[in-house]
């Protein structure tokens, strides 16, 4: 009975370490192919940040021909702000490689760019509207336009970048909704704006919104708090820039005060050299590093 007992036993262990093993098998086998899943995901969507990235350097390229076909034909305010634009574009697309962005040609439109924002798993999170002027004076009505343009175009976000700013703005205001910003300082704000609006969207999708929760994120994207966070990041990256500009300038300063403590000690090395070999009537070794060149310069390492 014992033997009988214990081979059952053994049996019951045998199946269920074959079960065990199953298991171990199955599970594998599951991941791998959440693996091999999420790895097609991932090259799918490199596929298409590559094909857009392609699509908008082709467009690039053909406004660009389109240009210098044209010449002078439109003036060189127009000429400049086509350029402008294009280079908002391309700089959009190589920092947002991500997002739809596309420039407008429709003339009912004064937004000359769209920029819509998609997160990491390219989920839409909201359209932001660029317009660009290069003309020397500021003009409030600008503002009235795209105001219109971002209602029309239901836009979470509109940015009107400028070569003359409102007068006693530095480089960011706000007026009505719209922001003002410089040529410096825009790539700063496209990167607060866009994370603002993905923050929004994450916010929005796990709260299942509804209308009314749609209608306060809207409210809030439109609101006196968004508008200071975004000015606060704009302030720290420029805060940053500026103390980056100013340890290079000192840095420089550094190394132009060591380069000239530098040359005077070799000169006066060198002198001390010549006069001494001058009293050991050539007796004194010769020193390459110390001896003069054909042009009359100090040797540099290695040659004879």
């Excluded at 599951?30 to 590559?50: C, F, H, M, S, T």
């Excluded at 908008?56 to 439109?74: K, M, T």
């Excluded at 409102?166 to 040529?183: A, F, Q």
Aim: glycine share 6%; proline share 2%; net charge negative.
């Amino acid at each position: 009975a014992l033997a009988l007992d214990l081979a059952d036993l053994r049996m019951r262990l045998a199946e269920q370490a074959q079960r065990a093993e199953e298991a171990i098998a199955r599970e594998a086998a599951l991941n791998k192919e959440k693996e091999d899943l999420e790895e097609a995901q991932e090259a799918q969507g490199e596929r298409i940040r590559d094909s857009l990235r392609k699509e908008r350097e082709r467009q690039i390229a053909d406004l660009r021909q389109a240009l210098a076909d044209a010449g002078g034909s439109d003036g060189p305010s127009q000429i400049q702000r086509e350029r402008l634009d294009l280079d908002i574009v391309a700089a959009l697309g190589r920092q947002f490689s991500g997002d739809r962005i596309k420039r407008v040609l429709d003339a009912r439109r004064t937004a000359d760019i769209q920029q819509r924002v998609r997160n990491g798993r390219l989920e839409d999170c909201g359209l932001i509207l660029w317009q660009t002027k290069s003309d020397p004076d500021w003009e409030p009505a600008w503002v009235e336009a795209l105001a219109a343009d971002q209602r029309a175009t239901a836009a979470a976000a509109a940015v009107l970048i400028c070569v003359a700013l409102p007068e006693g703005v530095e480089s960011l205001c706000r007026i009505d909704g719209v922001w003002v910003v410089n040529i410096q300082t825009w790539p700063v704000l496209a990167m607060a704006l866009r994370e603002q609006l993905i923050q929004v969207a994450g916010a929005r999708a796990a709260l299942r919104a509804t209308d009314e929760q749609v209608d306060l994120l809207y409210r809030y994207l439109a609101g006196d708090e968004f508008r200071l966070r975004v000015e606060a990041i704009v302030e720290t990256f420029e805060l940053m820039q500026s103390q980056i500009r100013r340890e290079r300038e000192v840095m420089e300063k550094h190394w132009a005060e060591r380069e000239k403590q530098t040359q005077r000690v070799i000169g006066n090395t060198a002198s001390m050299y010549g006069a001494l070999r001058a009293i050991a009537c050539g007796g004194l070794a010769a020193i390459p590093a110390l001896e003069l060149d054909e042009k009359g310069r100090l040797q540099e390492d290695g040659e004879v």
